[in-house]
């Protein structure tokens, strides 16, 4: 079963690039930012539950610690309380995770697509600077990871958070550097990847905030428009 899911995205890469040729620009590196595009389009529905369930918990962080504070020296009931909470409110502590759970099996699979790609035309397999996707790429690829990681994790912490909790920079500085690391020894059509899976991420979120903000304006102008009739 796994070799197939392997297999199916080796298809479609070749598929991808068939597209490419037709559009007159043949090139394996654009096959895997369109397929990147597809997938990140297919995930936006996690995504955007996500960002309202961790807007939501937000939120909620004043009642979650005064059930905390309520039952300090009962931990059980403190929990119990807090799993109500979340059912009444509908607010989802785990579904953070979701996008990255779904993203893993993903990861894998193109990694083992692109160690023995049967590329259809070696020289395609070239990309900007990249000699081969198959191979990895030591430094621009792995910076524009770094850089890609920081920027969608900072930006969502702003959107749904409003601010960077000292418990959370370590995390914030310590991730991009480690995929950055990672992308160092992987093929570098996975770095791709993750570059373009991270900066249309960075494009959803702003997309997403301004939607969100322009949609608080409106509801504002509207309470003001009833409140003057």
Known sequence: MWESFVSGFSQLIEFFYVATTRLNVPSYGLA?????????????????????????????QPKIK?????YRDKPEKA??????LYKET?????????????????????YQALLHFPFSVV???????VENLAQPDLIGLPVLAVVTTFGQQYITTISTVGK???NQRMMLYFMPLFIGWLARSFPAGL????????????????????????????GITNELDRSRR
Not at 191 to 218: D, P
Request: aromatic letters at 12%; glycine letters at 4%; a positive charge.
């Open 164 to 166: 960077i909790e000292s």
């Open 79 to 84: 929990q119990r309380a807090m799993m109500d």
């Open 66 to 70: 005064a059930i905390q504070e309520k």
């Open 191 to 218: 770095a791709l990847y993750w570059v373009t899976f991270s900066f249309v991420g960075i494009v959803e979120q702003w997309v997403i905030k301004r939607h969100v903000r322009v949609g608080r304006e409106q």
């Open 90 to 110: 509908g607010a989802n502590p785990l579904s953070g995770c979701l996008p990255l759970l779904v993203q893993m099996p993903i990861l894998f699979a193109l």
């Open 32 to 60: 895997i930012i369109f397929f990147t595009i597809t997938v990140k389009a297919v995930l936006f529905p996690l995504t955007a539950k996500q960002m309202r369930s961790m807007r939501m918990i937000q939120e909620l």
């Open 123 to 129: 020289e395609h397999a070239r990309f900007l600077w």
